[in-house]
C-alpha cells in the first residue's frame, strides 16, 4: 500500500512537473526502490525520471533496473551522458549490461567511455561466459605488506568509493600476486604503525578465473563469505566476486534446472522477453521427443490386447498404476537431483543412495497396495485374484520408479550431462513402459491368461 502511494505521488510530481521536490523525494529513496518503480512506469515517463536523479545515486540506480529499461535509456542518453552512466557503474555490471546491448550501441558507449573503463569491460569480455573471470569486478582495495595500517586507511579513503566493497581488503606483492587478506574492523582497530604483513590473515581462500559460476556460488555457501579474490593459473590478484553476484547466480542456476526438470531448453531471457516462437523452439523438441519415446506404451498395450480382452477391467486401473510410478519417480528424482547440486550426493553414494529409496519405496508401495486393496474390494467390487493383481504391480512399480528416479540423475551425472534432465517428463515416460510391462506380466501369470 505504501509502495503505491510513493508511486502515486512521484507520478503527480512528474506531470505537475514539480521537478526540484521529485529530485528532493528521489534523493531520501533506497536505489532499489527508485529502480523498481521506474521499471513500473511508462518509457518516457521513466526516462523523465531517470534525468532528474542526481549524478551520485544514478548509476546505482541504472544499475538495479531491469535490461530493457537499460537498453531504452542509454539509447535515449546522449554519447556523453551515456559515457558518464558506464564510467560510474561497477565494471561487472558495465559488462553484463553490453553483453545484452546491440554492436552498434556497444561501440558507441565504449567509444565515450574513460580509458580506464574501456580496458575494465574488455578483460572481462575476454573470459568464457558463465565463469568467475566473467562475473567479477576489477574494483577492489588492494595493499601492500609493507604499509602500515595508517597508509591503508588513507588508500581506502581515496579508493574505496570507487571499489565494490571495502570490509575485506586484499594484500598483493607488487607482481599482484595475491598473500592476504585484511578486514577492514582489523584495520580500525589496529595501531596506526602497526604493518599490514604482520596484522594480514594468510589462509586466503581465492577462486579461479575459469572457475564455473555454480561452482562459484557452492563456494560462498560453503566458506560463508560476502566477497571472494578471483586469481589466474599464477596466484595473480585479477577481481573479486561479491555476494550480489552470487544471488543472481544463484537464481539463474536454479531458474535453468526448473527448466530443464520440466522438459524445456533452457533460456536466458525471463519469459517476458521471449517471444511466442523462441518459446515454440524451446519446448518442441523436448515434447515431440517425449511423444515418440512415449509410443513405446502403446506398443506394450497392444501386445497385450488379447489378454487384456479377458479381463478389460485391468485397463482401468492402467492409468492410476502409471501415474502413481510417475509421481514416485519424480519425487526421487528430484531429491537426487537437488542434492548433487548442492554437492551432498556424489557418484561414490550410488548403492547407499539407492538402497534408502529402495527402503522407503517398500514402505510407501506397502502403504499405498494396502489402502488400494481395501478400495478396489469394497468400492469397486474386484475379485480378490484381480485386486491383488493391481496391489502387487502397484508395489512393484513404486519400487522400480523410485529406484529409477534416483539412479537415473546419478548416472548421468556421472557420464558429464545435467542430472536435471533426467526429471519429471524423462522418469515418467520410462516409468510408464516399465509399469505395463509389470503389470501385464503379473496378470497374465497369476490370471493364467494367454497372449
Known amino acids: 500500500m505504501e509502495e503505491n502511494t510513493v508511486m502515486d505521488e512521484i507520478r503527480e510530481l512528474l506531470e505537475n512537473k514539480q521537478y526540484t521536490k521529485l529530485r528532493q523525494t528521489l534523493q531520501d529513496m533506497n536505489t532499489a526502490d527508485i529502480a523498481a518503480i521506474m521499471d513500473d512506469m511508462e518509457n518516457e515517463d521513466s526516462l523523465k525520471m531517470f534525468r532528474i536523479l542526481p549524478k551520485d545515486i544514478a548509476a546505482d540506480v541504472f544499475a538495479n533496473l531491469e535490461i530493457e529499461d537499460q537498453q531504452y535509456i542509454i539509447q535515449s542518453l546522449s554519447d556523453k551522458e551515456a559515457g558518464n552512466i558506464i564510467d560510474n557503474l561497477m565494471a561487472d555490471d558495465a559488462t553484463d549490461l553490453l553483453e545484452e546491448m546491440p554492436a552498434n550501441i556497444v561501440k558507441k558507449i565504449l567509444a565515450n567511455a574513460s580509458p580506464d573503463t574501456r580496458a575494465d569491460i574488455n578483460h572481462l569480455l575476454r573470459y568464457p ?155 518442441m523438441p523436448w515434447l515431440l521427443f517425449l511423444m515418440i519415446s512415449a509410443t513405446f506404451t502403446g506398443a506394450i498395450i497392444t501386445k497385450f490386447e488379447k489378454a487384456l480382452s479377458a479381463y478389460v477391467v485391468l485397463t482401468a486401473y492402467i492409468p492410476m498404476l502409471m501415474d502413481t510410478g510417475g509421481n514416485a519417480g519424480s519425487q526421487a528424482s528430484v531429491s537426487i537431483i537437488r542434492g548433487i547440486s548442492l554437492d551432498e550426493i556424489e557418484f ?104
Open 129 to 283: 561466459e558463465d565463469s568467475a573471470g566473467s562475473l567479477m569486478t576489477v574494483e577492489y582495495v588492494d595493499l601492500k605488506e609493507y604499509m602500515t595500517v595508517g597508509q591503508a586507511i588513507e588508500r581506502i579513503k581515496k579508493i574505496g568509493l570507487d571499489s565494490e566493497t571495502v570490509n575485506i581488503c586484499y594484500v598483493v606483492t607488487n607482481q599482484r600476486i595475491l598473500v592476504g587478506t585484511v578486514a577492514l574492523r582489523y584495520l580500525l582497530i589496529k595501531e596506526a604503525n602497526e604493518k599490514i604483513g604482520d596484522i594480514m590473515n594468510t589462509n586466503v581462500i581465492s577462486i579461479n578465473t575459469m572457475t564455473d559460476q555454480e561452482e562459484t556460488a557452492h563456494m560462498f555457501q560453503k566458506y560463508d563469505f560476502t566477497a571472494m579474490p578471483v586469481v589466474d593459473n599464477e596466484n595473480r590478484m585479477i577481481g573479486i566476486i561479491t555476494i550480489d553476484d552470487v544471488v543472481d547466480i544463484i537464481e539463474e542456476e536454479a531458474t535453468e534446472d526448473i527448466e530443464k526438470m520440466a522438459a524445456i531448453i533452457p533460456s536466458d531471457k525471463p519469459y517476458s522477453r521471449i517471444g511466442i516462437f523462441d518459446t515454440y523452439k524451446n519446448r
Open 348 to 451: 561414490s553414494d550410488i548403492f547407499k543412495v539407492w538402497w534408502k529409496e529402495v527402503r522407503v519405496a517398500v514402505l510407501c508401495g506397502f502403504t499405498l497396495s494396502v489402502a488400494n486393496f481395501v478400495k478396489l474390494l469394497l468400492l469397486d467390487g474386484l475379485q480378490i485374484s484381480v485386486a491383488a493383481v493391481v496391489c502387487m504391480t502397484l508395489l512393484l512399480v513404486v519400487i522400480i520408479a523410485k529406484s529409477i528416479g534416483c539412479l537415473l540423475p546419478m548416472c548421468a551425472d556421472k557420464l558429464g550431462f545435467d542430472p536435471a534432465v533426467m526429471a519429471s517428463p524423462m522418469i515418467t515416460t520410462i516409468v510408464d513402459a516399465v509399469s505395463l510391462l509389470a503389470y501385464f506380466t503379473i496378470a497374465t501369470n497369476v490370471l493364467h491368461l494367454n497372449m
